[in-house]
């Protein structure tokens, strides 16, 4: 007799002749391997992602440079020179405030569009320090100011000033000079240590007339009442003449005012020129020049320009 057993939705017999040749056709799911990930019951699992594939940065990182929008080229417009010393440096608004030689203070906005050399060499905005004599070519860019330029001397010594000797008195060794960026005159403590070069020469304190052009290097002597000079190097005498040879920095035909650095020390030089003399269309930053000049007591002021033939 046959017994007929139920598996699923179809019926096997038990028994019969003909059941060792009737095999059960295995269910679709029992057909799929096993893989990794599966857990050991059957039941599969969904694939973990990788941690080495997620931490692959390189294929999404963005160079956040190429965010930012192309900054327009400067306008070719005239220039105005500014000049003074730099009272400060707010590097998070690109703006730096000068005080002007001729009195007051001037907020200048920069970025990198602005070129800036010590001398004529290649700087950046960290070398920028407060009390540094600056130059400036400067253009109205709405209604802000923009450097265009930023020019620093060639060398920056902390502790030091240039003037024009106004008296020394030898009994109470005091020095009394005025500093075109002081509006006051300035007392300085002068000593025996105290050495004064003229040129390569040592001098005697004696030779500090009134009039003459003075560079200053001092010292603090601890209480803040006064410093000490180290040492002073006479730069020019009044009625003296002297010839500067050199490229011309800037220039500001309104004011007179021509800059350049000399070929023979590598110093930059302000020159005024006198109203006898009238520049041609040569007379640009970059020329190479001779000047004639005479010290007042105040100033270089050219007698003589000649423009160099390139």
């Not at 590097?91 to 002007?100: A, F, G, P």
């Not at 050399?117 to 540094?132: K, P, W």
């Amino acid at each position: 007799m046959s017994t007929c057993v139920v598996v699923a939705a179809g019926c096997v017999l038990v028994g019969s002749p003909l059941s060792a040749q009737v095999t059960a056709e295995p269910s679709s799911s029992a057909m799929i391997s096993p893989k990794a990930g599966t857990s050991a019951d059957g039941a599969i699992e969904p694939r973990k992602p990788s941690i080495a594939e997620d931490s692959d940065d390189g294929t999404i990182a963005v160079d956040p440079a190429t965010l930012l929008p192309e900054l327009p080229p400067v306008p070719k417009v005239d220039a105005t020179l500014v000049g003074g010393t730099i009272d400060r440096v707010d590097s998070v608004r690109d703006k730096i405030t000068v005080r002007l030689f001729g009195g007051g203070k001037q907020s200048v906005l920069f970025d990198p569009r602005t070129r800036i050399y010590r001398g004529e060499t290649t700087v950046t905005t960290a070398d920028l320090h407060q009390g540094e004599r600056i130059y400036m070519d400067t253009i109205l860019d709405g209604s802000t100011v923009f450097a265009r330029t930023i020019r620093l001397s060639g060398r920056h010594a902390m502790g030091s000033s240039q003037g024009v000797v106004l008296k020394y008195r030898s009994d109470r060794g005091e020095l009394t000079f005025r500093d075109a960026l002081a509006p006051n005159p300035v007392d300085i403590r002068v000593n025996s240590s105290t050495r004064v070069m003229q040129g390569e020469k040592a001098v005697a304190l004696s030779t500090l007339v009134p009039g003459s052009l003075i560079l200053v290097s001092f010292s603090s002597d601890g209480s803040g009442a006064r410093n000490t000079a180290k040492e002073i190097s006479i730069l020019a005498q009044p009625g003296t003449r002297y010839t500067f040879s050199g490229h011309v920095v800037h220039i500001d035909l309104r004011t007179g005012l021509l800059v350049l650095t000399s070929s023979t020390d590598r110093k930059t030089y302000e020159v005024y020129l006198a109203p006898s003399i009238t520049p041609d269309d040569g007379l640009q930053p970059g020329a190479t020049v001779t000047v004639v000049t005479d010290f007042d007591g105040q100033r270089y002021v050219a007698r003589n320009l000649t423009i160099s033939s390139q």
